[in-house]
């Protein structure tokens, strides 16, 4: 069963495949209805990226991860900038690592540059260390889902 998060707050998140670790990066305003919505159009065959469907078609299980929650101030710029942090820190704009289709052409140092800019000085050392827990905490989360997997797989033989 799939776990849709809680939250109606706007954010960035991924559908991590358990089976293979690719992901597919999004943005939205509100994070349970846009999850919801990609898992629908997954269960009725009709979502937007093909691969993805492929996998979902064939049995892979996906699971979300909330990377980046914004419960105050937001806007489109900052969902935007994260959105892209995180599609090349996962590199899932490449086929062997994720879904997205979208090419980001600036390695992740100059997205981190560019939401640093915008950033005020006092943030800084809350964003970098903000943006450390958040990537180790959806790692942590997505290999505890994947061994967990391999372990229910290997009681089912």
């Given amino acids: 069963m799939i776990e849709i998060p809680k939250t109606n707050y706007p954010g960035v998140y991924a559908l991590v495949n358990l089976e293979n670790g690719k992901c597919y990066v999004g943005q939205t305003k509100n994070l349970r209805n846009r999850i919801s919505q990609h898992f629908g159009k997954l269960k ?26 914004f419960k105050k101030e937001y806007d489109e710029t900052k969902l935007e900038d994260y959105e892209n942090l995180y599609i ?12 997205n289709t979208r090419f980001i052409n600036l390695p992740p140092e100059s997205i981190i540059e560019t939401i640093i800019y915008r950033q005020s000085k006092d943030g800084l050392k809350d964003l970098q260390e903000e943006l450390t827990k958040s990537i180790e905490k959806s790692i942590l989360k997505v290999e505890k889902d994947r061994r967990l997997k391999l372990l229910s797989n ?3 033989y």
């Fill in 154 to 156: 290997r009681a089912n």
């Fill in 88 to 99: 090349g820190l996962y590199q899932s704009h490449k086929t062997q690592h994720g879904y």
């Fill in 44 to 69: 009725k065959g009709e979502h937007d990226s093909e691969t993805m469907q492929d996998d979902y078609d064939n049995g892979h299980i996906f699971k979300p991860v909330i990377l980046k929650e």
